[in-house]
Each structure stands twice: as C-alpha cells, then as structure tokens.
Nanobody, 122 residues
Framework: VQLQASGGGLVQAGGSLRLSCAAS????????MGWFRQAPGNEREFVAA?????AYADSVKGRFTMSKNSAENTVYLQMNSLKPEDTAVYYC???????????????????WGQGTQVTVSS
C-alpha cells in the first residue's frame, strides 16, 4: 500500500491550498481515509477523516473540507482561510475497520504517506 501526498507549499495567511493523497493497492471508497498534521515540537494531531461522511478537528471546522474521488482513488483536503498555526507537515493515512469513535486516533490507522509541508506566513 502506498499513499502519495502532495500539494503543500508556502502561502500567506488567509490563502488556500489543496492537498491530494493518491492511494495504490487500496480503495479509498472502501477504506477510512484521514489527514493528520505535525508541527515542530508537537505531536501528530488529527485534522479530518472520512468514514461515510467527513469529520473534522474543531480547529479546522468551517475552513477545511475533505473529499474523495473514487475514480481517481484519491482524497483531497481543501484548506481555506489558512492561519499561521496551520503550519505543519500534513500526513495522509488509511485504515481498515476503524470504528467511528476512533477516527481521531493515530493508532487506528494502518498506513501513512510521507507527508507534505504546509507553511502559512503571517
């Protein structure tokens, strides 16, 4: 299984970015897909996930939108109204058999991508 994340970059506060995660050897339509992020000195934290419908961390709710394209076997994270505190390495993750109550737990996910850097300047 491979998860290839892309789309990170440098953007000013208030700007937007769209991250992509292309999956191979698993189907995004039959697997729970998630996004996590890790800022320097911090633990990796939950951002968003899709199990039927999207779930979001409170810190990004209303600004970020996660979606999936089954035909392309790819998930996306549209990030709007970016803030400097959104600066982090963003990781795509996939997991099988994750129950809803565990969507926000790193340990519930079996597969991880390599991460893509998002930097938001003030």
């Amino acid at each position: 299984v491979q998860l290839q994340a892309s789309g990170g970059g440098l953007v000013q506060a208030g700007g937007s970015l769209r991250l992509s995660c292309a999956a191979s050897e698993l189907s995004v339509s039959r697997t729970v897909m998630g996004w996590f992020r890790q800022a320097p000195g911090n633990e990796r934290e939950f951002v968003a996930a899709i199990k039927g419908y999207p779930a979001y961390a409170d810190s990004v709710k209303g600004r970020f939108t996660m979606s999936k394209n089954s035909a392309e076997n790819t998930v996306y994270l549209q990030m709007n109204s970016l803030k400097p505190e959104d600066t982090a390495v963003y990781y795509c993750a996939a997991g099988t058999g994750i129950i809803t109550s565990r969507l926000r737990e790193r340990a519930a996910y079996n597969y991880w991508g390599q991460g893509t850097q998002v930097t938001v300047s003030s």
